[in-house]
């Protein structure tokens, strides 16, 4: 990034030469985030977040629906797809239908296939990998349903890329949302992928960049990081698919499985992104455990970050068929490329002094009844 925070600081749509070497690097970003899902580089469209590119999809998708549709998606997504379309149902007179997720967190296939078959569908967008639990979506199967119905299919890949393979050859979704802060890239930039050949209208328009499919000049350092996060993404996942992060991860959830009583891990452990764990204990307020293990330096969120000092049990959870006493007892455990054994080990010690702590005040096991989780 450094080069074009300093030196290189001219305008990539500037005529004279100096800008020739900014441009040359916007181009390179683009092959880079193109390998990394293999994808074509004029295939990818430089965005500001994640949020806009979910945004910048629907609304497109939304704009040229017929009245009396509907906008298909999870009962999962991120606030970026579901609060998105609940403004575009009221602006342009569509339906919302979120269909379930199976107790292990993934889509129930069923419902989306039946929801599909109204033949009412002016879009369906369904996540990848899910920000809370790390659930990797039925995505292969989602978007073929969708496209044997003629139905435009948009994923919220997120979570997924650079987390986890992502091949919009093998899966072919129509547009796919990506955010750079999800893997190693700074904050406040994003892409979307546009499968080629597709009718695309922008949400901005302006001096026509990106092919004219996003107007703006262009954050052209936080774009060079988003390219070279996805080149080293590229390498780790052909090299190892993050085996490292999961075997740490497990080794995580097999400490605190053996060595803490009443914890449960949610989510289908087989289909998980290596780097996150949803772990309910019992009779601990999440709330308590987020300001213990926050003294103990472990840093980690109930929910989403975006939920943080919500009340309510998220909307995940819910869906999941999770009691709400459970959600409100549950943390999300993020690792990441860099986290070390011993940091896993540290963060298992504090766990366990948290809960134990909360435990001894609440009633833990042992002081009286121990309730048992129930899905409701
Ligand atoms: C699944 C998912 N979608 C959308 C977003 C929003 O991305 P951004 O913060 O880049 O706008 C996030 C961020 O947490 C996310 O996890």
Not at 23 to 52: M, S
Not at 125 to 144: D, F, K, L, R, Y
Not at 344 to 350: F, S, Y
Request: charged share 20%.
């Amino acid at each position: 990034m450094m080069p074009f925070l300093t030196d290189q600081w001219y305008n990539p749509s500037s005529g004279y030469r100096a800008a020739k070497g900014v441009r040359k690097a916007l181009e390179v970003a683009h092959e880079q985030v193109a390998e990394l899902i293999h994808a074509k580089p004029t295939e990818i469209v430089f965005t500001g977040c994640g949020t806009e590119s979910n945004n910048a999809v629907l609304s497109f998708l939304a704009s040229r629906s017929q009245g009396d549709q509907k906008i298909i998606t999870s009962a999962i997504e991120h606030s970026a797809i579901l609060r998105h379309a609940e403004y575009l149902s009221d602006r342009h007179h569509l339906r919302v239908e979120k269909v379930g997720v199976n107790s292990d967190g993934r889509l129930c296939l069923d419902g989306f296939t039946k929801a599909i078959a109204g033949g009412d569908a002016a879009m369906a967008s369904v996540m990848w990998a899910n920000n809370e639990t790390g659930v990797i979506q039925p995505i292969a199967e989602a978007c073929q349903i969708a496209r044997e119905a003629g139905v435009a299919f948009h994923t919220d890949a997120i979570q997924a890329v650079g987390k986890t393979v992502v091949n919009v050859r093998e899966v072919p979704v129509d547009y796919l949302s990506i955010s750079g802060h999800k893997f190693h890239a700074p904050k406040g930039v994003g892409a979307m992928y546009i499968r080629e050949g597709l009718k695309f209208e922008p949400m901005l328009y302006g001096g026509g960049q990106e092919g004219g499919r996003r107007s703006g000049t262009e954050n052209v350092a936080g774009i060079v990081a988003l390219g070279k996060a996805a080149e080293l993404m590229k390498q780790r996942l052909d090299d190892d698919g993050h085996a490292g992060v999961a075997a740490l991860r497990d080794h995580m959830e097999q400490r605190l499985l053996s060595e803490l009583e009443h914890i449960q891990i949610n989510g289908a452990h087989d289909h998980r992104t290596a780097n996150t764990s949803h772990i309910s204990f019992d009779r601990c307020e999440a709330a308590g455990l987020l300001i213990l293990l926050d003294e103990y330096g472990v840093q980690c969120s109930a929910g989403s970050a975006c939920m943080t000092g919500k009340q309510q049990p998220s909307h995940v959870q819910t869906a999941m068929g999770i009691s709400a006493s459970q959600a409100k007892s549950s943390l999300r455990i993020s690792l990441s490329i860099f986290t070390t054994q011993e940091d896993v080990d540290a963060a298992v010690e504090a766990l366990k002094k948290a809960a134990s702590k909360l435990r001894s005040v609440q009633g833990g096991p042992g002081v009286g009844p121990v309730q048992v989780f129930s899905r409701d």
